[in-house]
T-cell receptor
């Protein structure tokens, strides 16, 4: 089974702190994603990466950056955390289309609930 | 970009069939429709995907009319364990188009005894 793990389930940080959220997948997937999930808004894509050192902005990249130095690891960085970044953060991965069992099947991690005080 | 609209919540009882409809009026020719299920404290899980007409797997069926402006996820004989949030997702399949995937706000399904 595909496994996507996230470094923390719960995280509490203070305003202005630099925050790192780590995501690791063990299935050699090319594509990785970071979403945030807020009540009533569903999932919103922050950034995604289709290869090592490659990244693309999603719908809400402001205030975030990402890093993909290795294929299995995709990091989300909050340079200076703010209270409006309090949210559930979800990481996902998916293989290239020609290897996918079913296209658009993204495999999600359990999420990190981040609280910024 | 195709935006989706779903009911915010639905209630059902064990053993009933549940149909959740998603509206996507601006769906593009190369867009597929995908549904995910999410339990509390877990990430979403892929359920089913289709392009047109009907698709069925061991979990659900997906009905898509000819104009593709809406789709209906059908869950046969639901149980308490089907209580979850269901997301409708519209977007292309090809690599590089992932930034065009849009998750709707989701439908919270509550199944009662």
């Amino acid at each position: 089974d595909v496994k996507v793990t996230q470094s923390s389930r719960y995280l509490v940080k203070r305003t202005g702190e630099k925050v790192f959220l780590e995501c690791v997948q063990d299935m050699d997937h090319e594509n990785m994603f970071w979403y945030r999930q807020d009540p009533g808004l569903g999932l919103r894509l922050i950034y995604f990466s289709y290869d090592v050192k490659m990244k693309e902005k999603g719908d809400i990249p402001e205030g975030y950056s990402v890093s993909r130095e290795k294929k299995e690891r995709f990091s989300l960085i909050l340079e200076s955390a703010s209270t409006n970044q309090t949210s559930m953060y979800l990481c996902a991965s998916t293989p290239e289309a020609d290897r996918a069992r079913s296209y658009n099947e993204q495999f999600f991690g359990p999420g990190t609930r981040l609280t910024v005080l | 970009l195709a935006k989706t609209t779903q009911p915010i919540s639905m209630d059902s009882y064990e053993g009933q069939e549940v149909n959740i409809t998603c509206s996507h009026n601006n769906i593009a020719t190369n867009d597929y429709i995908t549904w995910y299920q999410q339990f509390p404290s877990q990430g979403p899980r892929f359920i089913i995907q289709g392009y047109k007409t009907k698709v069925t797997n061991e979990v659900a069926s997906l009905f898509i009319p000819a104009d593709r402006k809406s789709s209906t996820l059908s869950l046969p004989r639901v149980s308490l364990s089907d209580t979850a949030v269901y997301y409708c997702l519209v977007g292309p399949l090809f690599s590089g188009g992932y930034n065009k995937l849009i998750f709707g706000a989701g439908t919270r399904l509550a199944v009662h005894p």
